[in-house]
């Protein structure tokens, strides 16, 4: 009798175990590791034209370090307010890393705003490239918890008082999401580009900012039916998205795309502008 215990005992255990290790590996990733996965797909990859070659040297940017709370240190690049102000404008870089055409694009919406101040963060821990193979890797490379701890830094190199939107495209636009998330009350404003959208409702629940979303309807990765579901959430969350849709495809307004959807990404960039000018007075 007792052996026939102990066998349903081991039989009980081991089920419970398979079980518990089914589910781990069979859990759904995380939105971010969701889009990251996508480097394995060579049309994606594909589908991001190499840049055009450009040096742009900012009269008023300049390169910066701040502490992250993994005990590390992280790269940006900031543009400060021309008269001191809590506005800011955290940036996340899209495919090809922190290069010259998101340094000029954060310029471009500094001068166009005013009264702010813009960071743009660097996820890729200083590598940048124009391949878009190896940008492939340096995207699929990001764990959560490094990109996590750089955002959570520049949040706390801002301090308590800023008034803090967010602004990302591609790879960055899902970050952009998940920075306004973390940054808790202190979020005013997020603009995402045809970034993986977070899919846990509960989560965007914590949300205490609108979305300004920008997607593209031939985009055949975060396309229609991602984007249905997105403000489906939203809306279920209590949410607010302004959504906009372009008959465009993924990276329509990337600022390092030499073929760019030129309509699409000024009707974007416009909207971008007015969005954040009502949040960040």
Same mark, same amino acid.
């Given at each position: 009798?007792?052996?026939?215990?102990?066998?349903?005992?081991?039989?009980?255990?081991?089920?419970?175990?398979?079980?518990?290790?089914?589910?781990?590996?069979?859990?759904?990733?995380?939105?971010?590791?969701?889009? #990251?996965? &996508?480097?394995?797909?060579?049309?994606?990859?594909? @589908?991001?034209? /190499?840049?055009?070659?450009?040096?742009? *040297? =900012?009269?008023?940017?300049?390169?910066?370090?701040?502490?992250?709370?993994?005990?590390?240190?992280?790269?940006?690049?900031?543009?400060?307010?021309?008269?001191?102000?809590?506005?800011?404008?955290?940036?996340?870089?899209?495919?090809?890393?922190?290069?010259?055409?998101?340094?000029?694009?954060?310029?471009?919406?500094?001068?166009?705003?005013?009264?702010?101040?813009?960071?743009?963060?660097?996820?890729?821990?200083?590598?940048?490239?124009?391949?878009?193979?190896?940008?492939?890797?340096?995207?699929?490379?990001?764990?959560?918890?490094?990109?996590?701890?750089?955002?959570?830094?520049?949040?706390?190199?801002?301090?308590?008082?800023?008034?803090? #939107?967010? &602004?990302?495209?591609?790879?960055?636009?899902?970050? @952009?999401?998940? /920075?306004?998330?973390?940054?808790?009350? *202190? =979020?005013?404003?997020?603009?995402?580009?045809?970034?993986?959208?977070?899919?846990?409702?509960?989560?965007?629940?914590?949300?205490?900012?609108?979305?300004?979303?920008?997607?593209?309807?031939?985009?055949?990765?975060?396309?229609?039916?991602?984007?249905?579901?997105?403000?489906?959430?939203?809306?279920?969350?209590?949410?607010?998205?302004?959504?906009?849709?372009?008959?465009?495809?993924?990276?329509?307004?990337?600022?390092?795309?030499?073929?760019?959807?030129?309509?699409?990404?000024?009707?974007?960039?416009?909207?971008?502008?007015?969005?954040?000018?009502?949040?960040?007075?």
């Amino acid at each position: 009798m007792k052996k026939l215990i102990l066998f349903a005992f081991i039989i009980c255990s081991s089920a419970i175990a398979f079980g518990q290790s089914n589910m781990a590996c069979c859990s759904k990733p995380s939105a971010t590791k969701q889009f #990251a996965m &996508l480097a394995n797909d060579k049309r994606f990859v594909m @589908s991001h034209p /190499a840049p055009k070659t450009m040096h742009f *040297q =900012s009269s008023i940017g300049k390169a910066i370090t701040y502490n992250t709370p993994d005990g590390k240190t992280a790269n940006a690049y900031e543009f400060k307010a021309k008269t001191p102000t809590n506005n800011y404008i955290l940036v996340v870089h899209e495919f090809f890393g922190l290069n010259d055409f998101v340094k000029k694009e954060s310029e471009d919406i500094y001068n166009d705003l005013g009264n702010v101040n813009i960071i743009d963060l660097d996820l890729y821990d200083g590598k940048v490239t124009a391949d878009r193979t190896e940008a492939a890797k340096l995207m699929q490379a990001v764990k959560d918890d490094r990109a996590i701890a750089i955002i959570k830094g520049a949040i706390a190199y801002v301090g308590p008082k800023a008034h803090i #939107a967010t &602004l990302g495209w591609c790879f960055g636009g899902g970050w @952009s999401l998940q /920075a306004s998330l973390l940054a808790g009350n *202190q =979020s005013v404003a997020c603009v995402m580009f045809y970034g993986m959208p977070e899919q846990d409702v509960n989560k965007l629940k914590t949300l205490h900012t609108d979305v300004l979303g920008n997607f593209g309807n031939q985009d055949a990765w975060i396309n229609p039916k991602v984007v249905a579901k997105f403000a489906a959430d939203m809306k279920a969350a209590g949410k607010k998205l302004y959504l906009h849709q372009y008959d465009a495809g993924h990276g329509f307004a990337n600022p390092s795309s030499p073929t760019a959807n030129s309509a699409a990404a000024a009707d974007a960039y416009k909207n971008t502008i007015a969005f954040y000018k009502v949040r960040l007075k």
